[in-house]
């Protein structure tokens, strides 16, 4: 009867062996099925993360491009009111030029008569008055 259950005992065995192969088979699959899902949640989070960041990029992208405009407007606004202001002053300038060749035109006494009341008015306010004054005489 030991011979029997030897031989009994083997196949019992082999099944044991066969059980314990399943359950380390099963226990690396669920492990594999469990790190596969860990990495999809991961994935899955890396993407989130990325579309969080490519979108603040976006709006920041945007944000600054507006500025750029903000800026460029202004530039031009200054530029039309520099170019405004220097096209009257060379308005003014012109005018002074043909004053001053019109100026030369006149006898050398008149003119320095005009040179000595010039250095009499002194000043700044004095000039600006004094050749106020030459203005209204010639009209």
């Known amino acids: 009867m ?12 082999s099944i044991s062996q066969s059980n314990a192969r399943n359950k ?33 990029l976006e709006k920041q992208e945007k944000r600054l491009l507006d500025q750029i405009e903000e800026v460029e407007k202004e530039i031009a606004t200054t530029r039309d009111q520099h170019w405004a ?9 012109d005018s002074l030029i043909q004053e001053i060749q019109e100026k030369c035109q006149q006898p050398a006494s008149d003119l320095l008569w005009v040179r000595v009341l010039w250095e009499q008015a002194g000043s700044q306010l004095g000039k600006a008055a004094f050749l106020s004054f030459l203005h209204l005489e010639e009209k």
């Open 2 to 13: 030991q011979e029997r259950e030897e031989t009994h005992s083997e196949p019992t065995s």
């Open 24 to 56: 380390k088979l099963t226990t690396k699959m669920l492990a594999y099925l469990q790190d596969q899902k860990q990495m999809t949640g991961e994935k899955q989070k890396t993407v989130k993360k990325f579309r969080e960041l490519h979108s603040f």
């Open 85 to 93: 202001e220097l096209s009257k002053e060379h308005s003014h300038l």
